[in-house]
T-cell receptor, first 114, second 115 residues
Framework: GENVEQHPSTLSVQEGDSAVIKCTYS??????FPWYKQELGKRPQLIIDIRSNVGEKKDQRIAVTLNKTAKHFSLHITETQPEDSAVYFCAARLNSGGYQKVTFGTGTKLQVIP | DSGVTQTPKHLITATGQRVTLRCSPR?????VYWYQQSLDQGLQFLIQ???????AKGNILERFSAQQFPDLHSELNLSSLELGDSALYFC??????????????FGAGSRLTVL
């Protein structure tokens, strides 16, 4: 099965600085990689995603890069703001035997210091 | 409101008891996923259903079971509860084909406390 590793587990940055979270996956058949943001006590919400036929995707201050050869993908947040403080989860979707399974990383707790 | 409805929001029960968590997916979503999130932990995949059929299984305990009904709502049954089962249980739903395929939309979760 798929295994997703996520680093770092915690990250503190000063407001205005950039934050980078990295994930690796094990199964080269995985073809869809979403990122979710979870604020304290709330549900995870999709913030950006990337499919395996794309190397990079950007949405305002958020970007995701994918390196299929190395089987890793990263989330980049620029000009961080206090409201970016949350737990971020990466995930990988694997198509296997006619069904799909979404495996999440262990999460990164991001703290943006004003 | 994400469109995924979970009930109850909070549940407190005792060890050895049995509870049922309910999830109604977004309109049009045929796939339902269940995840367990213990305190300060990640999202552990439990099980997935598609149009009433079980499609994928994660690290779901034998004491836990689930099903998806013809109207597409799903129920997660947790029995012989232990203290360690205390967690936030999320349901998510998705479409299978089209531009939004397999994008998970999560419900607000059901917080289970076992005393």
């Amino acid at each position: 099965g798929e295994n997703v590793e996520q680093h770092p587990s915690t990250l503190s940055v000063q407001e205005g600085d950039s934050a980078v979270i990295k994930c690796t996956y094990s199964d080269s058949a995985s073809n869809y990689f979403p990122w979710y943001k979870q604020e304290l006590g709330k549900r995870p919400q999709l913030i950006i995603d990337i499919r395996s036929n794309v190397g990079e995707k950007k949405d305002q201050r958020i970007a995701v890069t994918l390196n299929k050869t190395a089987k890793h993908f990263s989330l980049h947040i620029t000009e961080t703001q206090p409201e970016d403080s949350a737990v971020y989860f990466c995930a990988a979707r694997l198509n296997s035997g006619g069904y799909q399974k979404v495996t999440f990383g262990t999460g990164t707790k991001l703290q943006v210091i004003p | 409101d994400s469109g995924v409805t979970q009930t109850p929001k909070h549940l407190i029960t005792a060890t050895g008891q049995r509870v049922t968590l309910r999830c109604s997916p977004r309109s049009g979503d045929l796939s339902v996923y269940w995840y367990q999130q213990s305190l300060d932990q990640g999202l552990q995949f439990l099980i997935q259903y598609y149009n009433g059929e079980e499609r994928a299984k994660g690290n779901i305990l034998e004491r836990f079971s689930a099903q998806q009904f013809p109207d597409l709502h799903s129920e997660l049954n947790l029995s012989s509860l232990e203290l360690g089962d205390s967690a936030l249980y999320f349901c998510a739903s998705s479409v299978v084909i089209g531009p939004g395929a397999n994008v998970l939309t999560f419900g607000a979760g059901s917080r289970l406390t076992v005393l």
